[in-house]
């Protein structure tokens, strides 16, 4: 049976955040948190997959205590197991710092229920946006990575193969490689289930699995939380809104409006600033 892990993160609601006007920093009070939109595809092909085939899924998270919530979330709707990796050592983690622990986490869920032969992320989180995790831990688990999955055709156990389509700048490309691997997902990967009666029953119940730093003897110190960021925010703000004056154009046809409106052109900047002459 396939072993499938799920990496979550619980970040801020996006439709609630508001900007401090004094220092330019979120304000997450009272901010509701919830599961990373992409993450949540993630899990939904890993349930597919469970559903058609069969399969482990596996949730991971790394956060506070409070993202057991998102957890019990990915259980209600079909995840077999949950593990939160919780602790202050960890605070303040950039992406290369959150991919170590990712990844020796994943090393330790293999360890504990079998080997891992996917793992899906989302492509990026709503909060720092930087699609850097996911293939971060891939790197560091020596995983295949196949980024901006819109679509996986083939999960084939037997020869271990995946196919998917990758979204591209100019187009979609079919690829298929061998597990174990990490895919990235994108909104357009599925459409993700509601949660039914008994599942969430269950995540009602459920406790997921903590590990905390005295859970990784190995852990190296020096590349986790701040010590092991080397990134650095030199500075936030809000950028300015400016105000733009528009004009409406009208014309009895189509080629009568078109011809307004090339007329409105050339009177402003545009041609200088093309380097349009005659």
């Known amino acids: 049976m396939l072993h499938i892990v799920v990496c979550i993160k619980q970040v801020p609601d996006s439709r609630e955040i508001r900007i401090d006007p004094k220092n330019n920093t979120l304000i997450r009070q009272g901010v509701p948190s919830i599961v990373n939109f992409y993450d949540l595809h993630g899990l939904e092909e890993a349930l597919r997959i469970k559903d058609e085939q069969g399969a482990r899924v596996t949730v991971v998270t790394m956060g506070p205590p409070p993202a057991e919530k998102s957890l019990k979330e990915c259980i209600s709707l079909g995840a077999d197991e949950a593990v939160l990796v919780t602790d202050r050592g960890f605070a303040g983690a950039d992406t290369l710092a959150t991919s170590y622990v990712v990844a020796s986490t994943i090393r330790k869920i293999a360890e504990h229920w079998g080997p891992v032969d996917m793992v899906f992320c989302g492509k ?155």
């Open 124 to 278: 990026q989180t709503l909060d720092g946006d930087t699609g850097q995790v996911g293939p971060g831990v891939a790197c560091r688990l020596d995983l295949e990575q196949l980024t901006y999955v819109t679509k996986v055709v083939k999960v084939d156990e037997e020869r271990h193969k995946v196919t998917v389509h990758r979204h591209l700048e100019d187009g979609i490309e079919v690829v298929e490689t061998s597990m174990p691997l990490l895919i990235t997902a994108l909104k357009e990967l599925n459409k993700v289930r509601r949660a039914s009666l008994p599942g969430m029953i269950r995540a009602a119940r459920y406790k997921p699995t903590v590990w905390t730093t005295a859970d990784f003897p190995d852990l190296d110190k020096a590349q986790i939380g701040l010590k092991g960021s080397p990134t650095i925010v030199a500075k936030t703000w809000v950028p300015e809104i400016r105000s733009i004056n528009g004009e409406r154009i009208e014309g009895e046809t189509e080629e009568a409006t078109a011809e307004q409106l090339i007329a409105k052109l050339w009177e402003g900047e545009l041609p200088a600033r093309m380097g349009w002459t005659g």
